[in-house]
């Protein structure tokens, strides 16, 4: 099983439905992201928490919200889906009690297409 | 204020030969530096990163990277490329201020391998 999971896979939906993605880990990381990727953006960073009671916005936050329900879960919802929110959206890991050298573990990306 | 420019979004190469990606970054402190790969339908791996340890750095798959601070680059290679790095590589720049760990990405490389 991945250390990284999210569900769904991939969803199609449409304008102003509400949409969560869910990510859920293994590996016993305090810190989880929510990155969306678009092509020749790379990846950008919508949210972020450092713990069950932390929750930090991104660089875009706006249109998103999250919810940190345990250690090992992070939801990521779309209150009301729109049209350029269609992307592959990435949950990611990180380990603070490593030194926090940076380095990021992945799932393997929920892909949202808003019609 | 940090950045990471992927001067190349579109790289292809004939298998056996090398391979060279570039990334320049700017960064107001001393920075830490990554590259990630992301294979088809997969999330991102990390490949190498530097943390202000030796200038050459080592990572999985025979690739390596150098940071030159005078050039403010730290340009991925690999002596002879096999048809399954065909993938997207992305230069990933933290800003070590202290603050809440930051990575900035950037756009991506994509790697062509013909046979």
């Known amino acids: 099983d991945a250390d990284v999971t999210q569900t769904p896979r991939n969803r199609i939906t449409k304008t102003g439905k509400r949409i969560m993605l869910e990510c859920s880990q293994t590996?016993?990381?305090?810190?989880m992201y929510w990155y969306r990727q678009d092509p020749g953006l790379g990846l950008r960073l919508i949210y972020y928490s450092f713990d069950v009671k932390d929750i930090n916005k991104g660089e875009i936050s706006d249109g998103y919200s999250v919810s940190r329900q345990a250690q090992a879960k992070f939801s990521l919802s779309l209150e009301s889906a729109i049209p350029n929110q269609t992307a592959l959206y990435f949950c990611?890991?990180?380990?603070f009690g490593r030194g926090d050298t940076g380095e990021l573990f992945f799932g393997e990306g929920s892909r949202l297409t808003v019609l | 204020a940090q950045s990471v420019t992927q001067l190349d979004s579109h790289v292809s190469v004939s298998e056996g030969t090398p391979v060279l990606l570039r990334c320049n970054y700017s960064s107001s402190y001393s920075p830490s530096l990554f590259w990630y790969v992301q294979h088809p339908n997969k999330g991102l791996q990390l490949l190498l990163k530097?943390?202000?340890?030796?200038?050459l750095v080592k990572g999985i798959n025979g690739f390596e990277a150098e940071f030159k601070k005078s050039e403010t680059s730290f340009h991925l290679t690999k002596p002879s490329a096999h048809m399954s790095d065909a993938a997207e590589y992305f230069c990933v720049v933290s800003d070590d201020s202290g603050s809440a760990r930051q990575l900035t990405f950037g756009s991506g490389t994509q790697l062509t391998v013909l046979p």
């Open positions: 590996k016993g990381h305090d810190r």
């Open positions: 990611a890991t990180s380990d």
């Open positions: 530097y943390t202000s340890a030796a200038t």
